[in-house]
T-cell receptor, first 109, second 112 residues
């Protein structure tokens, strides 16, 4: 199965910009890349989705280079409430949506 | 709008018992899936369905069965519970497969 690779954990401080990169070397031509956020004892929540170049919404930006073998989630000016686990996700073998291990972000005051 | 509803939220089983985790969505989503999440770990795909009458195996299907007789419901059956199946189970759905996944609140299962 194709896999994603993300840093296990990251630390940041309030007000900083945080960039989390995900590697997905085996992504298929028609796959979108999606990022989710998960708080303890809750199901993951959709953050952003993109195919290539840059996508921005009210909470994050997603940068995808031309070769699409990686993607970077950018969280501007993080706050304590952004402390969570962040997952990148894409279709696997056509229909399987599999999560990697995720990146545990800790935002400190 | 209820979204994705899972029942029960908590369950304790003895080894060898069977049970069904229920999942229902009211968004007319075609794609539904079950994940398990062990403490401190990521989510692993158990089974998924791309529409009524169609199911397929995910990464960790052994010990679990699913069926999809309607668009709304996607129950997960544990055939003979084992302590290794102690986990939090999440059901999710999306309209197009690959679109935004909507998750339920999770079902916490303990097998003694």
């Amino acid at each position: 199965l194709a896999k994603t690779t993300q840093p296990i954990s990251m630390d940041s401080y309030e007000g900083q910009e945080v960039n989390i990169t995900c590697s997905h070397n085996n992504i298929a031509t028609n796959d979108y890349i999606t990022w989710y956020q998960q708080f303890p004892s809750q199901g993951p929540r959709f953050i952003i989705q993109g195919y290539k170049t840059k996508v921005t919404n009210e909470v994050a930006s997603l940068f995808i280079p031309a070769d699409r073998k990686s993607s970077t989630l950018s969280l501007p000016r993080v706050s304590l409430s952004d402390t969570a686990v962040y997952y990148c996700l894409f279709n696997n073998a056509g229909n399987m949506l599999t999560f990697g291990g995720g990146t545990r972000l800790m935002v400190k005051p | 709008n209820a979204g994705v509803t899972q029942t029960p939220k908590f369950q304790v089983l003895k080894t060898g018992q069977s049970m069904t985790l229920q999942c229902a969505q009211d968004m007319n989503h075609e794609y539904m899936s079950w994940y398990r999440q062990d403490p401190g770990m990521g989510l692993r795909l158990i089974h998924y369905s791309v529409g009524a009458g169609i199911t397929d195996q995910g990464e960790v299907p052994n010990g679990y069965n699913v069926s999809r007789s309607t668009t709304e419901d996607f129950p997960l059956r544990l055939l003979s519970a084992a302590p290794s199946q102690t986990s939090v189970y999440f059901c999710a759905s999306s309209r197009p497969q690959g679109g935004e996944l909507f998750f339920g609140e999770g079902s916490r299962l303990t097998v003694l």
